[in-house]
Structures are given as C-alpha cells and as structure tokens.
C-alpha cells in the first residue's frame, strides 16, 4: 500500500546522518569537516542594504494583485523557474514573529537543539539538511522541520515556554497554505490548465484537507569565518510543486542560470517572498518550466535565517505530463510518478531522479530545461 503521508513517505526512506554537534557560532576558522572547495563563481553573500541589482539581470518580482499575474508568472516559469511576488497577503507583522521565533530555536545551545532532533526515518525536528548524505563535506547550515502541529519537539525545547512558537508557526502554515494554492493555479493556469484538468489540485482549491502536502522548513546559516570555502546549502531542486521561501534582509538565495549568468544571487526585499518550481510541476509542464537549481551561500557578518513552505499533491497522487501539452512532436517526456515514490527516488538518485523517471529525450528541438546531468553541483 503507497504512502498515504508525507511523513509515510519519509519513513520509508531513512536517510542516516551523523548529527553534528559543532556550535558554528562559536568557531574562529572553518574546520576540515565543513571545507569545500573554493570556487571562482562563489562571491560571498551581502545584505540587501549593501547591494544595488540590476533588475533585468535577477528573477522577477510580481505584484499578485496585477491583472496580468496569470501571464507573468507563466513567463517566469518558463525563463527562470524563480521569481518573488509582493503584495501576497501575508501580513509583514507574521513575516517578523515566524524569523523571530527562528532564531529563538537556533540561538538554543546545541545540547538542547538535540533534544527535538530528527530520526533517521522522520521528516519532523531538528537537524542536518538531508541532501548531506550526498556530498563528501558537512554544510554550514542547520535545520528545523515542522509537518502539521510543532508541539510536540517544542515541548521537547522549551518545556514551560513553547506556546509562542506553536502559536506563530500553525498560524504561518495556515496563510501558507492558501497562498500556495493560489500560486499553484496561477502557475497552473499560466500552462492552461483548469480544475477539471487535475482532480486533487481542484480539491486543494476547495480547501479540502486531502488536495495538498507540505512542510515548513527552518533554515539556519551562522556567519562564517571564511565564507569562499564553506557551503550552505548545496546545489539542489525541490521534490515539490513549488517551495515559497521567505528569506527577509540577508542575501544567499542563488540560482543557476544558463548561459553565460552562472549562479546568480536573489536579492532579498522586505515583504517579498520567493516562489521556485519544484519537480513535480516540471514533470506536469512536460519539461517547459525548470525546477530551478538552487544553492544557499554565507557571509562573513550575518547570520542568515529563511524560511521555506515546501508544498505538493497528495503522496499517492499520479504525476505526469498535463495531457493538453503532449501531441505527436511532444511526446510526454516523464512517465507517472507519485511524490511519494519520486521522494524515494530522489533519496537515491539526488540531482538525477529526474532523469531516472524520463521516457524519452526531447525532440524536434523541444528541449527538457530541466536536464543536470551536466552540472557540478559540489
């Protein structure tokens, strides 16, 4: 029987990782075991008050509230797989209490940290970001996963005093929830696709609790003494739709972008949100949006926090090319997938699952924008 829960479908995939017990915020140099290679495209991150961007050169920022936001948000897909949006309805009050309540759980000493660490098969609580099992170096970053009520690791972190964060964060999953949804349909839309197309997306838009899967990932990257030789994030995609991200006043958010751009930093603006396709919807366009490589850099000065909704369809629901986008001269180029088996392929496979789920190459120079084969991601 398929998983019918997200944390069903990590159970079945432990991922075994050595929880590091390193304070990063009290080391003077970076130690051996967080090293990398340094790297000629790797400038280090900088505060948005620091930085002028030349907005022709960075992702797209989209009003939600313009008329023609079905449209722009279609041609970011298409040229960037990236772009931030601005007047989304979440108030900037709820933005400031969910980043403070992230550093009150990071600011714990280490030992504490501990107490609410993540299983090997679990999705949920404290730890290292589970890519780490694929790179030969540790990442300067820590992590914290919430799936439904956090209750339960918060007790573990502060017995007498957990219900402020609860508080905060069921509220933030709750607005996310609903601005997912309605970012999943205008990307949706933006490919022509209706709610008659794809039955569990439509019960999604009617709020109803079997339409989606998600999980709010907190994200943690300390200053680093020697930012060029330390790694905060590698390079990756989403196993999801799509992942909104808030990543407040401290640069680091890179994408890839092709062509002579490389890596190619989002620069981070107050209220404004990231939104990136994930997998999943790269496999419904049938190639045409990129789930867009992404990598978290750090600094010498300040300690980056983000916050990111990771959002998809239900673990057993089918995955595949969106009917209307295949003919004759498009064949599908994925086969069905459910999240909760592309999970278990990603678990293995990492940066080629895509590849592993492809049944044929594009032709008549339709090309898959999504193909990393060739890219070094370490």
Not at 111 to 117: D, M, V
Not at 174 to 194: N, P, T, V, Y
Not at 202 to 208: C, I, L, M, P, T
Request: net charge negative; hydrophobic share 40%.
């Amino acid at each position: 029987m398929p998983p019918s829960r997200l944390s069903d479908a990590f159970r079945a995939h432990p991922v075994h990782l050595q929880h590091n017990h390193l304070d990063l915020e009290s080391v003077r140099e970076v130690p051996d075991s967080h090293a990398w290679p340094e790297l000629d495209d790797y400038p280090s991150a900088v505060t948005v008050e620091d930085s002028n961007f030349d907005v022709e050169s960075v992702p797209p920022v989209i009003d939600l509230t313009d008329p023609n936001a079905v449209k722009l948000v279609g041609h970011a897909c298409k040229t960037w797989g990236v772009f931030q949006v601005t007047n989304h309805g979440l108030p900037m009050r709820l933005l400031d209490d969910v980043e403070s309540q992230g550093r009150r759980l990071f600011s714990l000493p280490p030992h504490q940290k501990l107490k609410a660490a993540r299983p090997p098969d679990g999705i949920s609580g404290y730890g290292l970001a589970r890519i780490s099992s694929f790179f030969p170096k540790l990442m300067w970053s820590e992590g914290f996963t919430i799936v439904g009520s956090p209750v339960e690791h918060a007790r573990q972190l502060w017995p007498l005093d957990y219900s402020n964060f609860c508080d905060v964060m069921e509220e933030y999953e709750k607005e996310m929830k609903q601005l997912a949804g309605r970012l999943m349909w205008l990307m949706l839309g933006s490919l022509g696709i209706s709610k008659d197309d794809i039955k569990w997306a439509a019960a999604a838009s009617k709020g109803e609790s079997g339409g989606v899967c998600a999980a709010l990932q907190l994200n943690s990257y300390p200053a680093c003494p020697d930012p060029s030789r330390a790694m905060g994030l590698a390079a990756h995609t989403d196993s999801t739709l799509l992942t909104v991200l808030y990543q407040n006043s401290t640069s680091g958010l890179q994408v890839l972008r092709d062509g002579a751009a490389g890596w190619v930093t989002v620069p981070p603006l107050r209220g404004a949100l990231v939104v990136n396709v994930g997998d999943l919807l790269h496999i419904l366009s049938n190639g045409k949006y990129p789930s867009v490589l992404h990598r978290a850099i750090v600094n010498r000065t300040h300690h980056r926090l983000s916050v990111a909704y990771l959002y998809g369809p239900p673990t057993n629901a089918q995955i595949s090319p969106i009917s209307s986008l295949v003919d004759p001269n498009h064949p599908p180029l994925y086969r069905p997938v459910t999240w909760a088996e592309y999970l278990g392929t990603k678990a293995k496979h990492f940066n080629k699952a895509l590849s592993s789920v492809r049944l044929c190459n594009p032709v008549n120079g339709f090309v898959d924008v999504n193909d990393h084969n060739s890219v070094k991601v370490s």
